[in-house]
């Protein structure tokens, strides 16, 4: 079983940055390649950002390439959403994700087991 809470949304203006953070318990957080993920209202849960178990790989769809980097601590069972040169369009509830040990990462949201609750970023124009 893993826990996940996220950290770290708010309000910041357009063209600011916000550092999301996903506390993970458990012992098998190292063997878990994760995922971070948001929903607008009324629009679908979309991928933003993955990280691989070792950290050695990530992956981003276009809509945020060059502007938010994933990152984790093994050590301190913690992955990270850094977000630069926010926009309104990024204004959404994000999730991060745990997905089954040594799988690779992923962008789609069947393959993750594990859900937190979210935390709500507002980016003001």
């Known amino acids: 079983q893993v826990q996940l809470v996220e950290s770290g949304g708010g309000l910041v203006q357009a063209g600011g940055s916000l550092r999301l953070s996903c506390a993970a318990s458990?012992?098998?957080?190292?063997?878990?390649?994760m995922g971070w993920f948001r929903q607008a209202p009324g629009k679908e849960r979309e991928f933003v950002a993955a990280?691989?178990?070792?950290?050695?790989?990530?992956g981003y769809p276009d809509s945020v390439k060059g502007r938010f980097t994933a990152s984790r601590d093994n050590a301190k069972n913690t992955v990270y959403l850094q977000m630069n040169s926010l926009t309104p369009d990024d204004t959404a509830v994000y999730y991060c994700?745990?997905?089954?040990?040594?799988?690779?990462?992923?962008?789609?949201?069947?393959?993750?087991?594990?859900w937190g609750q979210g935390t709500q970023v507002n980016v003001s124009s």
């Open positions: 994700a745990a997905a089954p040990p040594f799988r690779s990462a992923s962008a789609k949201t069947p393959d993750y087991d594990y």
């Open positions: 458990g012992r098998t957080f190292s063997s878990r390649s």
């Open positions: 990280i691989s178990w070792s950290g050695d790989s990530t």
